[in-house]
């Protein structure tokens, strides 16, 4: 069986390999519910190189309102942490596209580092975001982690010192995620291009790990930009916005005419 942290390797071999940056698109799991969500997973998987997938969780500190909203949505729909490992295990056996978990520090050790690992491992995911924990705190998962083969990647913001940043990418495991901007996840405005291309340019030196960028990307012009100077290219709010108020067929439509204006902008 070919190990977590190598498929994830592969989404951005394949890419470069393709001369292009990996598109990656963010969902909540059970977002408006659990079927619509696997619907939206299939109609993607043949157009996108990675899923993060959400874990809802009621303090999402990094979530903008777009991704607060569709949480809060998923939650009260009855989504859990097992129903996610669920829906994450289910579309694996599809044939989907590699799954990555988006969560928070709680969620994990209310359930359990090591048991989280290994049901993520279990349910095909390659590994999980864990957007607040901290670089000294990271021992205390990266152990289970890598006992069960999955990636852990790391956020440098733009705030972060630039020896600080270094370290980050590092320690980062699968990618590094830069942020783009100061703020939550949202699609209102550009991100800076200049900005991202100064990050991307320090931290290469620092890792032989792609450099994915992240937050406040939405349309195909952006996604041009960032492809150009990025191994991988994150969407989130935006895709959620595609997707609004739709269900089932309606919502992978949806998703799926998305996700292809910015795959051939690639």
């Not at 270094?166 to 995620?177: K, L, M, N």
Request: no cysteine; net charge negative; aromatic share 6%.
């Amino acid at each position: 069986m070919i190990a977590a942290t190598d498929r994830l390797g592969a989404v951005f071999t394949k890419a470069r390999d393709e001369k292009r940056a990996a598109l990656i698109v963010y969902l909540v799991a059970g977002d408006p519910d659990a079927a619509t969500t696997a619907a939206i997973i299939d109609a993607i998987s043949p157009h996108v190189d990675l899923i993060e997938l959400g874990i809802p969780y009621g303090d999402p500190l990094a979530d903008g309102p777009t991704i607060a909203a569709a949480g809060q949505r998923a939650l009260g729909a009855g989504m859990t942490l097992d129903g996610a490992l669920a829906l994450a295990r289910e579309a694996n056996a599809r044939g989907s596209a590699p799954i990555l978990f988006f969560t928070y520090v709680n969620p994990i050790v209310q359930y359990g580092t090591a048991r989280f690992a290994a049901a993520a491992r279990a349910a095909g995911a390659v590994g999980a975001i864990v957007p607040d924990v901290p670089l000294e705190e990271l021992d205390t998962f990266a152990p289970a982690f890598a006992a069960e083969g999955l990636a852990i990647p790391l956020l440098v913001a733009p705030t972060t010192p630039p020896s600080r940043a270094e370290r980050i990418a590092a320690q980062s495991d699968g990618f590094v995620y830069i942020v783009s901007r100061l703020g939550v996840t949202s699609a209102g405005r550009d991100p800076d291009v200049a900005w991202i291309r100064t990050a991307i340019e320090r931290l290469r030196p620092a890792t032989d790990r792609p450099l994915a960028v992240g937050f406040g990307i939405s349309t195909p012009a952006h996604v041009a930009a960032i492809g150009a100077i990025a191994d991988g290219v994150i969407i989130g709010s935006a895709f959620i916005d595609a997707i609004g108020g739709r269900t089932g067929a309606d919502a992978a439509r949806a998703a799926e005419a998305y996700v292809t204006s910015l795959r051939s902008a690639l």
